[in-house]
T-cell receptor, first 110, second 113 residues
Framework: AQSVTQLGSHVSVSEGALVLLRCNYS??????LFWYVQYPNQGLQLLLK??????LVKGINGFEAEFKKSETSFHLTKPSAHMSDAAEYFC????????FGAGTRLTVKP | DSGVTQTPKHLITATGQRVTLRCSPR?????VYWYQQSLDQGLQFLIQ???????AKGNILERFSAQQFPDLHSELNLSSLELGDSALYFC????????????FGPGTRLTVL
């Protein structure tokens, strides 16, 4: 069954530093992959999704992700972290319903 | 604002009781999904409805049921509640299929005492 694994339950970066959140998928066919963000006491907001049109996907708030079939990865990056990026990030694969990873909590230090 | 609405925002009830959570999808979306988010289980897909019909089932307990009405709003019924059912319940909607973005509502926080 298709699934995703997020490496690192907690990532801490300094403001202005590179953000890298890791996600690997298991799928024998091209998957539908998504990154969502959840701010405290809120629902999930879509950051970006992979539609197979392009391997580098640009999302909102300066985030992007690269689909690498050879590594079965879909890591999320942002060149320069802002304090407002502190949140929980979820990688997901759509199999009808979304199958989510365990989440990565991003902390941004001033 | 995703356009998906959920009521109530908070619900406190006792073990053994039954509750109903309500979701209104975004205008034009035919699919509705229900998810449960808890500390120990994470985010889990429960069930999907498409245009009134059940489309997919996830980790939904037999004590839980859902339906989608002709106006496309959906209800999730939770019965014989247990302490472990305390969680955030999210509804999401999408246009139709697997590749479509799912838009999430703000959630209903259920506390079972």
């Amino acid at each position: 069954a298709q699934s995703v694994t997020q490496l690192g339950s907690h990532v801490s970066v300094s403001e202005g530093a590179l953000v890298l959140l890791r996600c690997n998928y298991s799928s024998s066919v091209p998957p539908y992959l998504f990154w969502y963000v959840q701010y405290p006491n809120q629902g999930l907001q879509l950051l970006l999704k992979y539609t197979s049109a392009a391997t580098l996907v640009k999302g909102i708030n300066g985030f992007e992700a690269e689909f690498k079939k050879s590594e079965t990865s879909f890591h999320l990056t942002k060149p320069s972290a802002h304090m407002s990026d502190a949140a929980e990030y979820f990688c997901a694969v759509s199999v009808g319903g979304m199958r989510f990873g365990a989440g990565t909590r991003l902390t941004v230090k001033p | 604002d995703s356009g998906v609405t959920q009521t109530p925002k908070h619900l406190i009830t006792a073990t053994g009781q039954r509750v109903t959570l309500r979701c209104s999808p975004r205008s034009g979306d035919l699919s509705v999904y229900w998810y449960q988010q808890s500390l120990d289980q994470g985010l889990q897909f429960l069930i999907q409805y498409y245009n009134g019909e059940e489309r997919a089932k996830g980790n939904i307990l037999e004590r839980f049921s859902a339906q989608q009405f002709p106006d496309l709003h959906s209800e999730l019924n939770l019965s014989s509640l247990e302490l472990g059912d305390s969680a955030l319940y999210f509804c999401a909607s999408s246009a139709s299929g697997k590749s479509d973005t799912q838009y999430f509502g703000p959630g209903t926080r259920l506390t079972v005492l």
